[in-house]
Nanobody, 119 residues
């Protein structure tokens, strides 16, 4: 089993920045893709950014140029640096990882952290 602990959400004014962090622990042999999703009220969960085990990032068009995803493979952590935030970025942000152990592999979700962009 893998546990994910997210941190860094909160209230920020438009144009501000926030840094989300997610640390994975547990039965992990190797970590595959790591990602951040978000879900706004009444909306479906959507991919915000993902990063491969080799460090290649990809972003939703809506956040390109504003958000940066990074990972530390030694610590099994993934960070989402968000800047130039707008009210449209308000959502619950979820960390997702794909982890491998000696039995097989599976995806895991964090508990979610609220990001509110408002003046």
């Amino acid at each position: 089993q893998v546990q994910l602990v997210e941190s860094g959400g909160g209230l920020v004014q438009p144009g501000g920045s926030l840094r989300l962090s997610c640390a994975a622990s547990g039965n992990i042999l190797r970590m595959g893709d790591m990602a951040w999703y978000r879900q706004a009220p009444g909306e479906e969960r959507e991919l915000v950014a993902a990063i491969s085990s080799g460090g290649s990032p990809r972003y939703a068009d809506s956040v390109k140029g504003r958000f940066t995803i990074s990972r530390d493979n030694a610590k099994n952590t993934v960070v989402l640096q968000m800047s130039s935030l707008t009210p449209e970025d308000t959502a619950v942000y979820y960390c997702y990882v794909h982890a491998y152990n000696y039995i097989g592999d599976s995806g895991y979700w964090g508990q979610g952290t609220q990001v509110t962009v408002s003046s």
